[in-house]
């Protein structure tokens, strides 16, 4: 089956720029949407931006403006550019993927959903 590989995050300063990345790995025959969520301690994992397969975005309000998110469909990656971060931007960062088909030698099988193991980001004030 899929697994989702993710990459990037760390420390940054406040009102820096950052870019996470997440691929999704295996014989993958097609995924719907691809997005990013994070969650902080104690709170529920919350939708940061997610991208369609064929490009339509969704940004929560509070990084509306000042990230992109974007998609490579060839190589099954979507990737998240974060600008301006403020220090409330400081969680830990996981990729999902919605409906992901693969490929099988009988066939396209699947059609399940799939996490990152997440990516730490702090910002720091």
């Known amino acids: 089956q899929v697994r989702l590989i993710e990459s990037g995050g760390g420390l940054v300063q406040a009102g820096g720029s950052l870019r996470l990345s997440c691929t999704a790995s295996?014989?993958?025959?097609?995924?719907?949407?691809m997005g990013w969520y994070r969650q902080v301690p104690g709170k529920q994992r919350e939708l940061v931006a997610v991208?369609?397969?064929?490009?339509?975005?969704t940004y929560a309000d509070s990084v509306k403006g000042r990230s992109t998110i974007s998609r490579d469909n060839a190589k099954n990656t979507v990737s998240l550019e974060m600008n301006r971060l403020k220090p409330e931007d400081t969680a830990v960062y996981y990729c999902?993927?919605?409906?992901?088909?693969?490929?099988?030698?009988?066939?396209?099988?699947?059609?399940?959903?799939?996490w990152g193991q997440g990516t730490q980001v702090t910002v720091s004030s």
């Open positions: 999902k993927a919605e409906s992901i088909t693969h490929v099988t030698k009988w066939g396209v099988d699947g059609a399940y959903d799939r």
């Open positions: 295996g014989s993958v025959h097609s995924i719907n949407d």
């Open positions: 991208i369609s397969n064929d490009g339509r975005t």
